[in-house]
Structures are given as structure tokens and as C-alpha cells.
T-cell receptor, first 113, second 112 residues
């Protein structure tokens, strides 16, 4: 089946630290991969995406590279800010599943000043 | 500006009452979705619709109902049959293809 596994949180970092949130997937077809961010009390916002192997998605200093050989899409940021504190969701979609998104459980990120 | 509007943001209902959550989009998206989010958990798909007048059950459809009479609107009714309705409900829409979803800001439903 289709599934996404994310590292468990919460992840607590100091401001300007390096961030990695691991995400691995299993998929029945060739998936597109996404990272979404959710700030407290709000809906989800698309952070970045990648649609084929070796593509790198990037936005607001965050990056993730589609690694087909390791079925991974890890999220990274070189220097986090307090304003990055949120819940981060990794997700995939496959055409064989009607392009519906399959989400990971989410990882809480807390950044301390 | 285009987007998805969910209303109300907070909703309180007594146990045993049906309640309808509104979701409207002006993005001209064909597909719309309802998800449920519980504290500390991921998103679970309730219902989705890929075209007007058609919808399919997701993973946790029991106790919920939907309609899709217009492209812009996809209301969700939480019925008295839903055993544990208190949750945060998210509506989303998408274009055909691998573009991901646009989400509304959510409705927090509390049943007392």
C-alpha cells in the first residue's frame, strides 16, 4: 500500500540550529512528494514539493530532495528561527490512488530563542 | 484572492445533534476533501469528491455525510451516529494532477 513514516517529535532546537526531519515512504506507483506546515490553530500550507527522482523542492530556506533509491524525502533547513515552530507533515500522492494525498503523522518542531 | 473558506472556526454542539460544517472554494478546483485531525495525530480522510454530484468514502466515513451539488461547495454533516465527533476538521481542494492540496483554516468542533 501507500504510506509515509516521519520521525517522531517533538523536535526541540535552539535558534539558528540545523534542522532535519526524516521522512520515508512506500508507494504502489511513482509518487509525488510534499511537505506541508501547520501553524497552531490553522490549516496546512504547502511548503515544498518534488514530482520525480532527484528533484529538490525548496521554499523559505527549507529543502528536500526526492531520493528514489532510499525512498526518502527528508526536510532540512540550515538555520531555524522561532517562527518556524509548527507541525510538519510529509505526504505523497500517486496516480493509481486517484492523486489523493497520504500523510505522515506529523512532526512537532519547537525552536527556542 | 482565491482560496478555501471554512466556517465557522469554532462550533459547539450538544451530544445527539447533527451539525453541518461549511467549505467553499473559489479556486475552480475539481476535487475537494474532508479530513479529521485529532490532537497529536495526523490527518484521516473522511470523504472526497472529484466531480460535482459524485463523492466517495475515505478511511473514516462512518457517522459523516457529504453533498457536492456545486463545484464550489462541499459541506460535511457530522451526524449523531459519529461516536467521537470532537476534533479539528479540515477541508481541502485540488486541481487534477500532482499539484497537492490547498487547505482551509479548519473548524474546531466540540461536542458536549
Amino acid at each position: 500500500g501507500n504510506s509515509v513514516t516521519q520521525m517522531e517529535g517533538p523536535v526541540t532546537l535552539s535558534e539558528e540550529a540545523f534542522l532535519t526531519i526524516n521522512c520515508t515512504y512506500t508507494a504502489t506507483g511513482y509518487p509525488s512528494l510534499f511537505w506541508y506546515v501547520q501553524y497552531p490553530g490553522e490549516g496546512l500550507q504547502l511548503l515544498l514539493k518534488a514530482t520525480k527522482a532527484d528533484d529538490k523542492g525548496s521554499n523559505k530556506g527549507f529543502e528536500a530532495t526526492y531520493r528514489k533509491e532510499t525512498t526518502s524525502f527528508h526536510l532540512e533547513k540550515g538555520s531555524v528561527q522561532v517562527s518556524d515552530s509548527a507541525v510538519y507533515f510529509c505526504a505523497l500522492s500517486v496516480m493509481e490512488y486517484g492523486n489523493k494525498l497520504v500523510f505522515g503523522a506529523g512532526t512537532i518542531l519547537r525552536v527556542k530563542s | 484572492d482565491g482560496g478555501i473558506t471554512q466556517s465557522p472556526k469554532y462550533l459547539f454542539r450538544k451530544e445527539g445533534q447533527n451539525v453541518t460544517l461549511s467549505c467553499e472554494q473559489n479556486l475552480n478546483h475539481d476535487a475537494m476533501y474532508w479530513y479529521r485531525q485529532d490532537p497529536g495525530q495526523g490527518l484521516r480522510l473522511i470523504y472526497y469528491s472529484q466531480i460535482v454530484n459524485d463523492f466517495q468514502k475515505g478511511d473514516i466515513a462512518e457517522g459523516y455525510s457529504v453533498s457536492r451539488e456545486k463545484k464550489e461547495s462541499f459541506p460535511l454533516t457530522v451526524t449523531s451516529a459519529q461516536k467521537n465527533p470532537t476534533a479539528f476538521y479540515l477541508c481541502a481542494s485540488s486541481m487534477a494532477g500532482f499539484y497537492g492540496y490547498t487547505f482551509g483554516s479548519g473548524t474546531r468542533l466540540t461536542v458536549v
